[in-house]
């Protein structure tokens, strides 16, 4: 896809993530619109995956650490084609396969459920672990979101990745500086991030999480890191594309209403059509 194929996709993608959230009248939509755009670039260009062959073998795996999110990765692998996308509209309804937190058992195209804040990194450095030992060719990618690396678990998984040189392990760390009761460091500051990981054994790339230019580059850049796993860390804006919803930590967990619901689709189909000018 071209740079403005991408980005017409995730305005796409941030679309379905307020539209999920308002049915559902509950969930989680800053942290799904501050990852929407990697979780576009991940399912669109990055991923070794087909939409209608969910299980194959040598697929790359996807792990959502930060699983309250899953709205944004609903919407992107609603995009995509792993089902239609008016499943969205079912989210953490009962009798849906689209829950508040990721299910492996009901959602096409999940690799892990999710949702306990520490644990994916633990799942994701165990697949990639599995894949060293028994020679595939899969590459293993895990979202984690800032705030969930307050979690000593987060470190112990970073420990372990790097001991095993877990090469085929890209962490991607949302840095959208917001957890749900306000910023990161008044609530407990894991900064510096990029010189932790390093000193846990990590190759450290920093972008905008917002440019895709940069985001290919340091996709394409962990792909050739060798004997160490690689780490992403993305500064974003918490709620972007929806003009009240950004930098606003208010928007962590609370759905918008039927008015809240209009303005902001109004603001990305605005979005969308400006896209399609350029």
Not at 7 to 20: L, P
Not at 59 to 81: I, N, Q
Request: charged share 20%; proline share 4%.
């Amino acid at each position: 896809m071209t740079k403005l194929e991408l980005q017409k996709t995730a305005n796409e993608v941030r679309k379905g993530i307020v539209t999920a959230v308002h049915s559902a009248k509950s969930g989680h939509p800053g942290g799904s619109l501050s990852a929407a755009d990697v979780f576009t670039y991940l399912y669109f260009e990055e991923l070794n995956i087909d939409p209608k062959d969910p299980k194959k073998p040598d697929r790359d795996r996807f792990v959502l650490s930060k699983g309250h999110t899953a709205p944004g990765l609903y919407a992107a692998l609603a995009e995509r084609g792993f089902f239609p996308k008016e499943d969205l509209t079912t989210l953490r309804h009962i009798g849906s396969h689209l829950q508040g937190h990721p299910c492996m058992q009901h959602t096409p195209g999940l690799d892990m459920s999710s949702g306990s804040l520490g644990q994916g990194i633990s799942a994701a450095v165990g697949m990639a672990l599995s894949a060293k030992t028994f020679g595939d060719s899969y590459r293993v990618y895990t979202l984690l979101g800032d705030g969930e690396l307050q979690e000593g678990q987060v470190w112990e998984a970073s420990m372990f990745a790097s001991a095993k040189k877990l090469d085929n392990l890209c962490v991607i760390v949302d840095n959208n500086n917001l957890q749900i009761d306000g910023t990161i460091e008044e609530v407990n500051s894991p900064y510096p991030i990029d010189e932790k990981f390093a000193a846990f054994g990590f190759h450290v790339i920093q972008v905008d999480g917002h440019d895709f230019d940069q985001l290919k580059a340091a996709f394409d850049e962990a792909r050739g890191v060798k004997g160490q796993p690689a780490v992403i860390v993305m500064k974003t804006v918490k709620g972007k594309g929806v003009s009240f919803m950004e930098n606003n930590a208010s928007w962590h967990g609370t759905a918008p209403n039927d008015e809240q619901f209009a303005t902001a689709m109004a603001e990305l189909e605005k979005a969308g059509e400006a896209l399609c000018q350029m």
